[in-house]
């Protein structure tokens, strides 16, 4: 299945990766049918370039204006600072309930989206689908 997300969304995400160096951002993007996607940038409660986990306060705040305005969570992004815009094992079990076996998806058909500043003049923006612990890149369409 095909991510579509605006050209302005995708150079939100970088700049907000590249903004946070040395640390790794993170964020939500939330959608609803006929509408532009709405992206959240959210902090780091980590404050690490190795791992991000999301300010519970900001993701309070993003799951009370999905049921305020009856849009869905779409994206989950975050940046890799110094690898490739591809899943770490951690990212892998972020995604699935603590202790859940198999993996059980704790957010069912959402992207994740990686943001990798490796090559900090050409960014890479990949996304991909993780689901019981396996991970599916799906294509990214920029429009």
């Known amino acids: ?19 946070d160096l040395p640390n790794e951002c993170c964020g939500l993007i939330t ?31 993003v799951e009370q204006d999905m049921d305020d305005t009856g849009s869905k969570l779409l994206v989950i992004y975050h940046s890799h600072v110094a690898s490739d815009a591809y899943p770490s094992p951690t990212d892998v079990r972020m995604a699935a309930w603590p202790g859940s076996d198999p993996p059980d998806d704790l957010y069912p058909g959402t992207y994740y989206v990686l943001v990798s500043l490796k090559d900090a003049a050409n960014p890479s ?3 991909y689908q993780i689901h019981a612990g396996e991970i599916t890149e799906e294509p990214l369409k920029v429009t």
Do not use: W
């Open 31 to 61: 959608a609803k049918d006929g509408e532009t996607p709405r992206l959240y940038r959210t902090r780091n409660s980590e404050a690490s370039p190795f791992r991000y986990v999301i300010h519970p306060l900001d993701l309070l705040k």
């Open 125 to 127: 923006v990949r996304a």
């Open 1 to 19: 299945m095909t991510l579509e997300l605006p050209k302005a969304v995708v150079d939100e995400m970088v700049a907000h990766a590249r903004e």
